[in-house]
């Protein structure tokens, strides 16, 4: 079973239809830069062409960096503003002339993890976390997803979590490992209290480092990178869009 998997962010959006059974792409992704203004329509029509590229007409998924609810985007931290209140989805769907489902980022990252990687067969209370421009989360419960967390935008001694410890600070500040993990840590340890995770997964383009910071880090909670790093936003997006419309 094949479905295609495309994947908004801030640099580029990228697309790519994935095997499911493998849990990989079927072909070789499609990478386009994000149009600047990345307003809706500008973004759905680089979203269209990829489709065509793949010759596509059967349902897809796609992720946005953003809350969604019921195809609707309902914030708008890291993307243009006029996302907001937007039916990214019909919008998609109308474009393309596909089924679509839009769905957050990092729920669509850890829907993948969970399925093939660190998260495959874990119960328990299970957090993904992914370390980009913002800190994007999913937390799952015995294996269900409760969607469009956010906990990137838990206040952190007065600040925006992912004001503090985003992989996109840790560059801008030139933060070593060592001092970037004390402010993951406090995040951390801010999610254990509310949570008490079994498992935190990092995802990111941090988690090809983790032997560089893992060891800082401190939580009553197992720590595993994610298994499938950046393709996990387009594998997730299209299995959640083959569970949709099965
Ligand atoms: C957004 C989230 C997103 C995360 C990672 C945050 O700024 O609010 O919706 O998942 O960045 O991209």
Redesign the pocket.
């Given at each position: 079973m094949e479905r295609l998997g495309i994947d908004i962010g801030g640099s580029g959006i990228k697309g790519a239809p994935v095997d499911l059974e493998k849990g990989d792409f079927s072909r070789e992704r499609l990478r386009i830069p994000t149009p600047d203004p990345a307003t809706p329509k500008a973004v759905a029509a680089m979203v269209r062409d990829i489709t065509r590229h793949f010759k596509w007409d059967q349902p897809l998924g796609c992720t946005f960096?953003?809350?969604i609810k019921k195809g609707i985007a309902c914030?708008a931290?890291?993307v243009d503003p006029a996302w907001l209140g937007t039916d990214g989805e019909a919008l998609i769907r109308e474009v393309t002339g596909c089924p679509t489902l839009l769905l957050?980022?990092?729920d669509a990252a850890g829907i993948a993890e969970m399925e093939y990687g660190a998260g495959k067969d874990r119960k328990g209370v299970v957090i993904m976390l992914?370390f980009?421009?913002?800190?994007?989360?999913a937390i799952f419960i015995d294996g269900v997803l409760v969607p469009n967390t956010?906990f990137?935008?838990l206040e952190v001694r007065g600040k925006d979590a992912?004001h503090r410890a985003s992989a996109r600070i840790r560059k801008e500040k030139n933060l070593g490992w060592k001092k970037w993990a004390v402010v993951v840590n406090e995040f951390l340890q801010r999610m254990e209290i509310l949570f008490s995770p079994d498992l935190f997964i990092f995802g990111g383009g941090v988690s090809r480092r983790h032997e560089d910071f893992f060891h800082y880090l401190k939580t009553k909670a197992e720590i595993s990178p994610a298994v499938l790093e950046n393709r996990a936003g387009i594998i997730g997006a299209a299995l959640a869009a083959y569970r949709a419309f099965k």
């Open positions: 960096p953003a809350v914030s931290a890291n957050n980022d990092a992914t980009g421009t913002g800190i994007g989360s956010e990137g935008h992912e």
